[in-house]
Structure formats: C-alpha cells, structure tokens
C-alpha cells in the first residue's frame, strides 16, 4: 500500500481520491468533468530541508481540469481536505484529453468534407479510419485568433491491411482544423493524395532464434541487490536519494546526497526531465502539426501518456527491482500501472581507474546502479536513464528507440530521382532533401529531438553561484625569443552574474566549462566545492528564433540556462503547453535576467539531436544513446573511487 | 606457437629472428645497433583481398634501425630473406631508444650544472634522482638548426622519500637540452626553484573491503564465448574480422566484414589508432618539452611503450579472452608480453530497440563484442576499444584514466591566491589558470588528449566516395501566408571532390553528416550503400596552426579529413616523428588536394578533449570515456537486430 513518507513522495491512491472528494464537495466537479492534470504541488523547499521523519507533512496537489471545454487549475489541500485556489485559465489550456480527442476524432471522421476526401482516395468504409487531432502548437492559424479558443489539428490514418500497427498508414495530403469546444470541423484542406504506401507488415520479427554458436551470458545477483529502500531512501554505496513516479514528468530525483566520511553532502535537491520537443521539418502544410512539445501536450498518464511498463530482460536486467506507479484518471479516480521504474546495479567489465606501472598494474573494477523509465510517446520510444557512479558522477542518459514518424509519398525507387514529397531539386544552393525513403512510398520525415533537464543542484547546500570556465588563447609575455612556444591555453574562471550572461552554447572553437560551485564551502586547497555539468553529444535548434515552433519551445535555443529558484518554474516550456503562444518557459523567465550568484540556482540543461533517418531505423530503431554528466569538481579530497575493492 | 595464416598477420617471433639474420648477414646490424622499430610492411591492398587461404604470403617488415646515433630505415623481404632497401635517413629519426634515454640520462645526472642546480635544491644524494631526455618535439631551439641533429630536452625527478610512485617528484626550474649522439648536455637552464612538494605518499589504497551491504554480481559464460578464432578469423555473429597487435599502433583491426543474407559484405579493410597528441599549456620553459606526440615517439614495445598486460577482473571482465603479443626488442630479438589484449562479450542490460504499443510492448535486449587493449604512455592509461553492435554499429572508444603529470609549486591554498606558476592574475582581459592545484604544492597542468583513427573503410568495396550531409535551413517557398510554419531545416547532400573539401570541422550550428558511400552498390529504395562516421563529443586544438607543436600534430586541427588510399599514410603525424618539424603527416598530405571520388579512400577521425584537471583526478584519475560511431547507412534492408532472440 503506497503511503507518504515524505513531503516529495508521489500522490498516493488515497490522496487522489482525497483530490477528488475535495474538488467534488466545493462543487468543481460536475458529471463531464475531466481531470487533466494532477500533480504533486511540492511544499516549500526550506520546509523540506528542514524536514526530518518527526515533522508532520502538508500535502497539496496542482490540479487542473476541464469542464465543457473550459480549463480550469486549482491548488488542493489534501491535509486539510480544502481548496486553496480555484480559478479558470486565460488564454492557457488544459492538456488534451482521451476523452476529447476520441470524440472530435469521431466528429472529423464523419463530417461530410472528410468523407469526400477519403472517397477520392479510395476509401470508402471508415471502420479502420482514424483521424487525429492534435494539441495545436500555435503558429497563427486563421482560426487560431482567440486565446480562448480550443483548436485542434491534424490528419487521418487508414489502418486497413496493416498487420502490426499503423504508423505507416497515414492518409496523404488531408488537413484539418477542428474546435475541441465545440466538436465542430473549422476547415479541411485536401492538396492532394499521393498513392498508398505498401503495408511494412510487421513491426516485429520472430526472435526466438540466437544466430548459431550464441553462447549463454549470466547476469546474476544471488544474494540480492547492494542498495536498500527505506521508506522511499535509497541507499546505494555512499549514494542516497529519492524519487518519485510523476504524471508528466516521469521520475524526479530529490534530495540526492552522498555520504562522504560520516557526513550526508547535498548534491541536487531535485533533478528531472522537464520538457520534450520533436519539430518535424517537412514543408507540407498538412505537417505543420508535427511539433511536438511532448512533456507539457501529452504527459497524461492515460492514452498516449509518457511512461510505460518495461518488460524485465528487454528493457532491463531480469534481476533489476520494479515500481509501480499510481497515476489518475480523466475522472479523477486513481489507478496502478505495474513496472514503470526499474532499479539495478550492473558491471560492463569497465575499471574504475587503473594505472600500469614498472611494478604492475594499479586499479579497480566498477559497478553502477540505473534508476530506469521509458517514455513512449506515440511512434518513438525515450529510455530515461540516471546513473549513479562510483566515482561521485551521475549519468543521466536518453536512448531513442521505436517507430520513425513517417507520410506516404509516390517514390520507390529514389535512383531514377526524387517526388517533390520527398526533396526539392531546385532548392536554392542546390538540392535538399526533407525526409529519407526507409521502405517504398514511406517518407520518413527529418526531424529533431529537444531534452530539457532541468537540475536543480545544491552544492554542499543551496546557496551556490555559477561558474563558466572558458579555455582561451594565452600569448606567453616571458618569451621573447623566436624559439620555444609562444602561445598555450589557459583557464579564464568567470562568474555569470545574471541569467543573461548565463545562457550557454557549445563551440569546439571556445570551449567552456559549467560548474555550480559552493558559495560558503571550500574544498581541498581552497577551492570552492564544486559539481560539474558536463554536456555530452548534442545538439541545438537550427530554426530561426521567430518561428512559431521556436517561440514555444525556445529552452532548445542554448544547451544551458541557470535561472534562480522559483518553485513555480518546473517546466521548460512553460506550465501550460497545448496551444502556448511562448509566454511561458526558461526563454522567457530568463529575460528578466535576475542575479544568479551566491543564490538556489537551478540549471536547465538541453540534450539535442537531428535524425535523418537511414534504412536501418525502419521498421523499429536501433536505439541510439545520448549522455551528460553532473559530476563532482573539488567536492571530494581525492578520486572517491580509489579505495573501490578488488570485485565490482 | 604464432604462425602466419594471413598477410596482415602479426610479426612473430620467428620472423623477428629471420629480420634480425637477414640484417645482419648483409651487414647492417652492429655490436651497438639498436633495433628502433620493427613493422609488418603491409602487402599490396589488392594482393591481400584477392587472397584466399591456398595463396603463397610473402612478408616484409619495415625497420628503423639506430647506430651510433645515426638512423636507417629498411625494408626487409622476410620470405626471401633479402634486404630490399637500406638507407640512412635525412632529417628524420628513429624513435628514442631506452638504451639511449638511460645512457643519456646518467650523463646529464653526472654533469656539474645538473648536479649544482640540484645541490641549490638541498638535493646532493643522486641515488634516487632520474633524468629524463625526452625526444625533442621541434620548436627551433638555438641547439636544433641542424635536423641531423639529434637533440633530446627535459628535466629531472627525485623519487627519494616517494612511497609508490614518483610522479609527483619533478624537480621544479630545471630544463636541460642534450646531444643523443655525442650524450653531452648542450645547456642546463635553472629558473630556480619552488619548495618541494609533499609526498602525495601512495597512488592507491587498501581495496579489499566493499561497502556494507555490496552484494555480488556475476557474470558468467558457462558455455563459453560465442565468438571463434579460426586461424586469426574472429566470427561473432555476423561479423568477420581480424586483427593484429601492432608494436606502434597497438590492435589494427583488418577485413572488417559483415555476413548479410549469406553474403559477406565489406565495411572497413582497416582500421587503427594512428597518433596520438598531448600538448601539456603551462607557461614556463621548462614545460615547453610537454607535447607528446606518443604514438610515434613511444610506440617501442620496451620501457615506456604503449599496450601493456591487462588484469582479468578489473581491466576486463575475468570470463574474457586473453591475446599476448609478439614484439622485438632494441637487440633485435622478440619476446612475448602476455595478456596485451582482451575479447569478450557482454550485456548491459540495455534493449536493442522497443517500441510500447496498446498491444503490448515489442523488443529485444543486446549484448556487444569488445576487443581491448590499454595503452599507458607514462603517466597517462587510455583504455582503447573496438565494439561490435548486433546493430551493424562499430564503436571506437578511448577511456582515459591513470596519473596526472604535474609539477610542483609554492602553493598550498587557493583561497589566499596563487602563484606566478598557477596562475596569471594580470593576464589581458582577467586572471587566467595554467592548472589546478590537486594536493598541496602540486599543479596538475592544463593540457589536451588528441587520438587520430585511421579508418580505411571499404563499404561493398574499395571504391568509395565520401559525403557530407549538411544541415541547412530552408524557407518554404509554397507558405505565402502569414501564418504557419516559414523555415524548416533540411538535408543537403554535399559531395566533396578533394582532399581540400573533405576538411570537417563540427558546429552546432551548422551540422553535417560524415559517409562513405559506395560508387558502385545500391541499397534499398536506390540509396547507394553507406557507412556513417558519427562523432562523438569531442575537441579540436586550440593552438594557433603556426606554433610549432601544432604544426607537428597538425591533424588535431580538424575532426575528420578524408584521403585517397596511399600505402605509404599510415601515420597522421608522419613516420618519424621524434624531432619532426611538421614536413609529414595528414595535414601535408592534403596539401597536394588530391581527388576522393568513386576511389579507395580513408578517413582520419580525431577524438579530443581539453583536460583542466580537478582535485577528484588525484592521484589516480577516474576513468572518462570518449566514443565514435561507424554505422551502417542504407547497408542494411532494414534494422539489422529486428530478429535477435529474446535473450541477450
């Protein structure tokens, strides 16, 4: 029985209920009333660091529903079972919900325009149409003139034939726009239809036979695992953390320490993925809809919700540890979904350090523990790792797996050249190219992947400060002669003071490092304690900061924002997403550059990437990895991994 | 016993001994001839891929050899035992050999200005007091007009009072420059001293005792591996490739194949690491001597040399595969070094791919093939891999750990200051850092890693062309609304023509996708087949191009450079690199901007990263891993792991 042992612990099925009853008794919930948004309103963060296992514990919930097209957010009491704020939204929205999206989805797929448009395709019985309507990112529509208005757009598949999904079932060139208030279809576009794509089949294969010779590999943990969870602490070699399963974030980290000869040192008071965006770049108006701002449109936990249950041996070890976790429905009651966090410990054969010496070799073996979740949203598939190490670093890691967002185009055969679908050969500067022939007739449609994580690192504490450390060209003033080395580089350590001068970009050219450093606690040698936040491969928005997409989800513009601790600041995007006009989010909070020094800081780091898809990503792909690291910079007095014993 | 099975089969003993009578009885070997450098002169590319296993193997081996000071180079036709060619070079150097070092290290220990700038420093007990000549990166000392010159810089260390390494006895101020030939000092220049550093005491500590609560994990393969070895022939899976241990490069992996519906495509005939480049960034002159350009100048099997033996269960996982080599020594002879490389599979516990549908969710889980090796090049241990994915997906990655080169300073505190040897307080623009002070009075300094892979992929065959997918963005010219979406971004494929063109460089800003396509195979849909070079987070040199460190590593300037197969180009700072003044290597090559279209082509990929020590890399520094990809890219129908069994 999930109970809360924590003020950060998940929104327990007896406190959804609570939420429930509460909103229903002053009279906010009616018979059609959908609950598009619980989460965990999280208490004060001084009140939670002061917090110890005696104090008594407040709970609220941030709860936004819908009502006959109307939004509408409220801030519950769940302790004193009392409504603190009920108020209707201006201009922002609700998410969408399961239960609008089927019925306009039902209304499109009936109105006489579609109908028509189907017929001229071929398509006559409707049984296995669906039609879409998706969260409208708003890039000024004509029929997007009123903030209040609910506008959904999108397209139709026809599953006919397919034998394991549909992804590949779009129906070419038909457009909608439609009211999600009033049910009601604004307008339908045909340009046009292109022949159907011939059914992939399947997205699957039999996988029952190894490739011969296949030799068994063991992975076990006979005596159980190494870390230990006591009332949501978990504790795992000198690391100790919480989490919690959230509706739209997935896992949030909180409270992340680690013990360092006897004392507990605060490492980051809450770390999570807060927001996803996946812009589609094909010119065809009927994908203008293809941005997805994924954390704030479609982070129900219903439908095509974030998280997903993993299956023990794929997506995990089998001797990995799984959670639960206990979501709401669109009519308030809550529910359990089983497996959707796994937790394990594993050895990749790697050392943790090693030297060799005229008298042998120095060095040890390493083991990590991976707290785990996959997010699929819709098509593609987002394995979530956070990776504790040995060595004081935590890893987090995205993996993109699944099923590439592909249209119908006429081409088979791209040798004897392209269709306009698929390429314009006339482009300016020469041909271009805007999605990739995965199977005949399937486009898969260029696109991007956006990762906000936002880290909000308490450094021994949470008064810290900012430090970039740029690597620049030093001209050596001793030398004189016309011999030797004339020019290094050195370290130029410089402290950002406002959130402007924060804002951070990658170049190979002018490197720089990102720390958030200890404003009261000196390390080894006097230098501020320090956590590094190290940026792996990436990458960053290539559209203009003007366009609509860009606008609502600028957080993709720079690869670092630091903003002060503002505990209403959790998404990157900003709080409401579905049909935003970028007034919200990291872009926009940072233009009132606030000072950032010697304060609670909070970073937003961006994991970036292009996919131009290839051969290989089709039917299902290949997952590929993404990486950074928070790791530790004058924290400790010395590698923490050096005393590891001779077993991983 | 080793035996040759295959042309680029490793040198074995006998053939050592055969190299070795074959120079002697035509009178080039010497009572004092040192053997520098003993090769495998490659065969003729054509020759090997038209091979089969009936064919004769004739065998040659390129040798360096050092007399009195002078070098000769030599080929030597093993199978005929004749000397091909034998010349003294002009210019250029055989790599410094340990018997010169210890030679020429005892003289400057023993001359007076050594002994009286050591004496200054309270330091008259010579006994545990070592000089080190360290082969002379150019950068035109008065001592170094004539290039037949053979001129050898560096500094001493004093290991009295060391408890188990002397890596932090550098004797601080003193610079030497020597003649390896007639092993006299050329000068002594004494900056004075600092106070010396404390002993940092041990670079290890007691490993015996896991946290409480550790539990074990085990790996096992009862079974055994699934990989065969079959006269030098590893099969895994689907792939086929050989390798050998090379005495400069390390593994040089060859006739990288992969078995594709019955059929056994190429992907790469070769593939090794090529150079590697440190350039350390202090400011002082004694330091100026810190640019290492290791491969070439310490790739001798002996004394510092490269791959060392590997301990089962921390270097490697202890169910892996173990390779000893095979390598000469400076008389000529060969000895065996056990355990240089290791083979073996494992699981991660990651899936291949996934995908979460309504139905249910679809996947696999993955294992991987490592081949292994570290290199340890002093101080400094880099872990280098080769992976082979289920995915097609090969994997270069270099693992960085081992001691950091540091020299001692008068600071013990940070926080009142630094010295003039940290730190430039007065530097144009702000204080700027030559390094971090990781223990008191030890600067560890500034300084880079910088690994050029030579890949000589072949996809379905030597003839090749190489293509550059860029980025760019691109106005929709059918939106003449004001609403809507206005600039995509889209894929231009780009087909460099020279060397000149195939310089890359990686920007956020404006990516790019590296290939080698095929000039003759189609795949599927009529993409020409393809191998993707996908970097990884990675660095590129910050040094002018005319400073003379950087002219001698010249390939660190760019991330990727692509060259016509030429036999002769196998290193990218040049063969001889010991006192080279940057006339060889990748970036004179490409000078002569030959063509690289539909012809045998190879690509250098350059892994770099910047290191600014912190205190955590003291005294052992945890392991930090880099990565690059080889993909397949339109090679493949589909995803080549679609059909792995449910069992990793």
Not at 146 to 163: F, L, M, N, Q, T
Not at 392 to 410: C, H, Q, Y
Not at 473 to 500: C, F, L
Request: aromatic letters at 10%; a negative charge; one cysteine or more.
């Amino acid at each position: 029985m999930p109970s809360v042992h924590h003020p950060l612990d998940a929104l327990t099925p007896q406190e959804y209920w609570t939420i429930y009853q509460t909103l229903r008794s002053e009279g906010h919930v009616h018979e059609k009333t959908l609950f598009a948004s619980v989460l965990l309103h999280e208490p004060d963060k001084q009140a939670v660091l002061q917090w110890t296992p005696d104090s008594p514990i407040d709970r609220k919930a941030d709860v936004v529903l819908l009502d006959e097209g109307k939004s509408y957010a409220a801030i519950v009491d769940i302790t004193s079972k009392k409504v603190d704020d009920f108020h209707a939204l201006k201009g922002e929205h609700a998410p969408y919900t399961d239960t609008e999206e089927h019925e306009v989805g039902e209304a499109i797929k009936h109105d006489p325009r579609i109908i028509e448009a189907l017929k001229k395709r071929g398509i006559t019985d409707l049984r296995h149409v669906e039609c879409y309507p998706e969260p409208a990112g708003y890039i000024a529509l004509p029929e997007q003139k009123d903030p209040e208005d609910r506008i959904a757009w999108g397209g139709c598949a026809d599953s006919e034939g397919a034998i394991s999904g549909s992804w590949d079932r779009e129906v070419s060139g038909l457009f909608f726009v439609a009211d999600m208030k009033t049910k009601k279809v604004l307008r339908v576009s045909d340009f046009g239809s292109v022949p159907r794509t011939p059914t992939t089949g399947i997205y699957d294969e039999v996988g029952g036979e190894a490739l011969p010779g296949t030799k068994p590999i063991t992975v076990m943990q006979t005596e159980g695992p190494s870390f230990t969870i006591d009332k949501g602490l978990v504790s795992w070699q000198n690391w100790r953390f919480r989490f919690r399963l959230d509706p739209r974030q997935g896992p949030v980290l909180s409270t992340v320490g680690i013990e360092d000869n006897g004392k507990l040192r605060s490492v980051m008071y809450e770390g999570a993925l807060s927001e996803m965006y996946v812009p589609y770049q094909d010119p065809e108006e009927t994908w203008n809809s293809h941005v997805f701002i994924d954390g704030g449109e479609y982070f129900m936990n219903t439908g095509l919700g974030l998280i997903k249950p993993l299956i023990a041996g794929v997506d995990c070890p089998d001797y990995a540890t799984f959670f639960s976790g206990f979501f709401y429905k669109e009519d308030g009651s809550p529910f359990e979904r089983p497996q959707l966090a796994c937790l394990f410990e594993r050895t990749k054969g790697d050392p943790a350090w090693r030297h060799s010496d005229p008298n042998g070799v120095f060095g040890r073996p390493t083991r990590e523990l991976v707290l785990r979740t996959v997010a699929t949203v819709g098509n593609y598939d987002y394995v979530l790792d956070w990776r504790f190490g040995q060595d004081g670093v935590i890893t987090g890691a995205v993996g993109a797996t699944g099923i590439l967002e592909v249209k119908p185009v006429s081409d088979t055969d791209v040798s004897k050249g392209m269709s306009d679908g698929l390429a314009d050969k006339n482009a300016p500067g020469g041909p271009v190219e805007f999605g990739h022939l995965v199977a005949p007739g399937t486009d898969a449609v260029n696109h991007d992947h956006f990762f906000s994580f936002r880290l909000d690192l308490d450094v021994d504490g949470p008064k810290n400060s900012f430090m970039a450390d740029k690597l620049v060209q030093y001209k050596i003033p001793s030398n004189k002669t016309d011999y030797g080395r004339h020019v290094i580089w050195a370290m130029k350590p410089t402290m950002p003071m406002t959130e402007s001068e924060a804002k951070m970009d990658i170049s190979l050219q002018h490197p720089s490092m990102w720390r958030f450093v200890s404003s009261d606690t000196k390390g080894p040698q006097g230098y501020p304690t320090s956590y590094e936040i190290m940026a792996g491969q990436t990458g960053t928005s290539l559209l203009p900061s003007d366009e609509w997409p860009q606008k609502r989800a600028g957080f993709s513009e720079h690869q670092l924002w630091v903003t002060p601790y503002e505990p209403t600041e959790r998404f990157a995007a900003g709080t409401y997403v579905s049909g935003s006009r970028g007034t919200d989010g990291v872009a926009i909070w940072t233009k009132k550059n606030r000072s950032i020094m010697d304060t609670d800081i909070v970073a937003w780091y961006t994991v970036g990437f292009h996919h131009t898809p290839r051969t290989e990503d089709w039917p299902q792909m290949p997952i590929m990895w993404h990486e950074f690291q928070i790791r530790p910079f004058d924290f400790f007095t010395k590698n923490p991994a050096l005393d590891l014993p001779m077993k991983p």
